[in-house]
C-alpha cells in the first residue's frame, strides 16, 4: 500500500486548520497539525513531512524564526516550507522568502486553486526573490531575530530572577519549618523542665544566630522574674548563673512586654541597658556590655504570660540584624513552649505527688487523670466510668481485691501520657497527620513513665504502657499479640474503646451505644480480645 504524502500545517486558528485539513484529505493527503512555532519544529523533526505551511503570525515563536530553525536543522533543510498567512502588507512575500521559505500563498485560500499550489510546491516549485530584495530582508529578518531573541533573554532572566526569589522564599520557609519541627520535637519529647529549657535555648541562638539567648519564668507565687535557661553562642564575659532573679516590680521591660502582648526588638542605648535597674540587667543581659540589639518575646499559654525568651545580638546591626523572619521565628518559637512548659510543670507536679502515693486511696491517684482531664475538658468524667466498666469486668472474671485493684488504677491511669502530647495535636478536631500520629502514640510510652515513678504502682506500669496495643500485634509501643498482652491492659482497651464511642467530642456528637458495640464486635480477634468483648457486651445486656 502505497504512504500518503505528509503535509504539516503549523496554525493557531482552528477554523484555518478545518478548512486546510478538508481540502487535502480530499486529495488523499495525510495533514499533521503544530498549534504553534515550537510545536511545529518538534513536529517537523518527528515526523519528517513532505511539506510545511507555515501561518507567520504565531505565538511563542513567529514563523519567521521557526521557518529559519527547520532550514538549519539537519534533515530538514530539504523540506519545502510554504508561508500561508494572512500577512498581505507590502513585503511580506519578500520577508518569507528571505527567512527561508519557498513560497507564499496568501489568505483567504483558493480553494480551487489551493491543491494545484500545493502539488506544484512538492514537485519542486521555489520561488525566489532578487539578490538586492534578498540581501534588504535577509539583515531585516537578521535584526528582528536578534531583538527577538534579546527580549526572550530577557523574559528568562527576569524568570530566573523571579525562580531565585521563589527559591530564596521556599528556602526561608523549609529552615522556619525545620526549626519549628526541631523546637516541637524538643518540648514534646522531655517533660524535664529544665532540660527542655535548656535545649531550647540553644537551638534558638544557634539557628537564629545571636549572641546569647535566655529564658525567664514568671514565679507567681513569689512574684519574681528568674533566669531559667541561658545559651552563649561563644564565650563571653556575663553572668551565666541560673536562678537569677528579680521581682516584677522591678523590670519595665517585663511590664511593658505584658501590655503589648508582641514581640520587643531594642536597638542602640535600650539595649544596652541604660536607665534599667541592675537587678534588670543581670536578669535580661547577664551584665554583658557592647549590645548593639536585644530581642524579647511572650512566652504565653492561653493568655497567660508565662515568661519571655531573650536574645542578644553583639555584632553590629548591619551584620547580623534581628530580620522580620528573625522575630516571626522567635515569637513562633515561644509560642510552642508555652504548653511545654506548663506540661513539664504538671509533670514535675506528677512525679513529686509520687512520692506521696505510697499509702494512697483510689481519689488521691484520680488526681492524676484529672490532671490530664483539666487540659482536655472533652474527656471529662472519662477515667471514672473507665474504672466503672474496668471493675465490672474485673469483677466478672473473679479476679482478686489486688487485682480489681490494679485492674481500677490502669484505668484511671491510661491517658496520663497525653499530658507530655502538645495541645495542637490533643485537641485537634481534624484527622491528625502522619508526623502528628507519631507524637500522639508517644502517651503509652510517657503515660508508663510517670506512672513508673511512683514506687507503689510498679506493678501497673505493664498496663499503662499495652494500653494500646492489638490482639493481631498491630499496635503500638511493643507490638504485643494475644495473651502476651497483660490482661489488665485488654481490658481497659476494651472498655476505654466503648467510652470513647459513646462519649460526646468537640469534633463530633457520640455515635452512640448501638455502634459501640457493633465496633467492638467487628474487630473483637483483631483490635480486641473476643473472650473479653463477648464477657463485655453481656455485662452491658444486663446493665439497665
Request: charged residues 30%; neutral net charge; glycine residues 6%.
Amino acid at each position: 500500500m502505497e504512504s500518503k504524502i505528509k503535509v504539516l500545517y503549523i496554525e493557531d486558528n482552528a477554523e484555518n486548520i478545518l478548512l486546510v485539513r478538508r481540502i487535502l484529505e480530499a486529495k488523499g493527503y495525510q495533514v499533521l497539525e503544530a498549534g504553534n512555532g515550537m510545536a511545529g519544529i518538534e513536529a517537523a523533526e518527528r515526523e519528517r513531512p513532505d511539506l510545511i505551511l507555515m501561518d507567520i503570525n504565531l505565538p511563542d515563536m513567529d514563523g519567521y524564526a521557526a521557518a529559519t530553525k527547520i532550514k538549519n536543522t539537519k534533515g530538514l533543510e530539504y523540506i519545502p516550507i510554504v508561508s500561508l498567512t494572512a500577512n498581505v502588507m507590502k513585503g511580506d512575500r519578500e520577508r518569507t522568502l528571505a527567512a527561508g521559505c519557498d513560497g507564499y500563498i496568501p489568505k483567504p485560500i483558493n480553494v480551487r486553486n489551493f491543491p494545484i499550489q500545493v502539488a506544484a510546491f512538492l514537485q519542486g516549485r521555489k520561488e525566489m526573490i532578487t539578490p538586492e530584495e534578498e540581501k534588504i530582508y535577509i539583515k531585516e529578518h537578521s535584526v528582528k531575530l536578534v531583538e527577538t531573541l534579546e527580549e526572550r533573554i530577557r523574559e528568562l532572566t527576569d524568570a530566573n530572577e523571579e525562580r531565585q526569589r521563589n527559591l530564596d522564599k521556599l528556602q526561608e520557609r523549609t529552615n522556619e519549618l525545620s526549626l519549628l519541627l526541631e523546637i516541637t520535637t524538643t518540648v514534646s519529647s522531655s517533660l524535664n523542665l529544665q532540660e527542655m529549657l535548656q535545649t531550647s535555648v540553644r537551638i534558638a541562638a544557634e539557628r537564629l544566630g545571636a549572641t546569647f539567648s535566655r529564658i525567664i519564668l514568671v514565679n507567681r507565687l513569689q512574684d519574681r522574674l528568674m533566669v531559667m535557661a541561658a545559651h552563649p553562642q561563644r564565650e563571653l564575659d556575663w553572668d551565666f548563673e541560673i536562678g537569677r532573679f528579680c521581682a516584677v516590680g522591678e523590670s519595665r521591660w517585663f511590664r511593658k512586654i505584658r501590655t503589648v502582648s508582641e514581640p520587643m526588638l531594642l536597638r542602640g542605648s535600650e539595649a544596652q541597658s541604660q536607665g534599667r535597674s541592675p537587678a534588670e540587667r543581670l536578669l535580661f543581659t547577664g551584665n554583658l556590655e557592647g549590645l548593639q540589639a536585644i530581642l524579647v518575646c511572650p512566652i504565653r499559654k492561653n493568655e497567660v504570660l508565662l515568661g519571655l525568651m531573650v536574645l542578644g545580638e553583639t555584632r553590629r546591626w548591619e551584620r547580623s540584624p534581628f530580620t522580620p523572619e528573625k522575630i516571626r521565628l522567635c515569637d513562633s518559637m515561644a509560642r510552642q513552649m508555652g504548653s511545654a512548659i506548663e506540661n513539664a510543670r504538671l509533670y514535675e507536679d506528677v512525679v513529686f505527688k509520687g512520692n506521696q502515693l505510697k499509702a494512697a486511696n483510689v481519689d488521691s491517684i484520680k488526681a492524676l487523670a484529672e490532671a490530664l482531664e483539666t487540659k482536655d475538658v472533652e474527656t471529662m468524667g472519662h477515667s471514672d466510668r473507665t474504672v466503672t466498666y474496668a471493675l465490672a469486668v474485673s469483677k466478672r472474671l473473679g479476679l482478686s481485691e489486688v487485682d480489681q485493684e490494679l485492674f481500677q488504677y490502669a484505668a484511671i491511669l491510661h491517658d496520663i501520657g497525653k499530658i507530655g502530647i502538645p495541645e495542637t495535636i490533643l485537641k485537634k478536631p481534624g484527622k491528625l497527620t502522619p508526623e502528628e500520629y507519631e507524637v500522639m502514640k508517644r502517651h503509652a510510652g510517657l503515660g508508663a513513665k510517670i506512672v513508673q515513678q511512683i514506687k507503689f504502682l510498679e506493678p501497673v506500669v505493664p498496663l499503662v504502657r499495652a494500653d494500646h496495643e492489638r490482639w493481631d500485634g498491630k499496635g503500638y509501643p511493643d507490638g504485643l499479640n494475644g495473651e502476651k498482652i497483660p490482661l489488665g491492659a485488654r481490658v481497659v482497651a476494651i472498655v476505654d474503646a466503648y467510652d470513647a464511642m459513646t462519649s460526646d467530642r468537640v469534633y463530633r456528637k457520640a455515635p452512640g451505644k448501638e455502634y459501640a458495640i457493633a465496633e467492638l464486635q467487628k474487630y473483637a480477634g483483631a483490635q480486641f480480645d473476643p473472650h473479653l468483648v463477648k464477657l463485655f457486651l453481656e455485662i452491658l445486656e444486663k446493665k439497665p
